[in-house]
């Protein structure tokens, strides 16, 4: 999970680490999925359902 507050494709601190990250486990046959949280809409909050509130 990169939690950067920079929306795709600009560059990041934290996306630069995890390539660092990316790239030791990929030769190790891990396989590799990341998810920009920024790129996408999430309901945050301490409702049981945060899609209703603002």
Not at 5 to 21: A, D, F, Q, R
Not at 30 to 46: F, K, M, T, Y
């Amino acid at each position: 999970m990169n939690c950067t507050l920079k929306k795709s494709p600009e560059n990041s601190h934290t996306g630069s680490l995890i390539e660092v990250s990316k790239e030791i486990m990929s030769k190790e046959k891990v396989r590799i999925d990341e998810i920009r949280l920024i790129d996408h809409q999430l309901a945050i909050g301490v409702y049981p359902d945060m899609t209703k509130h603002d």
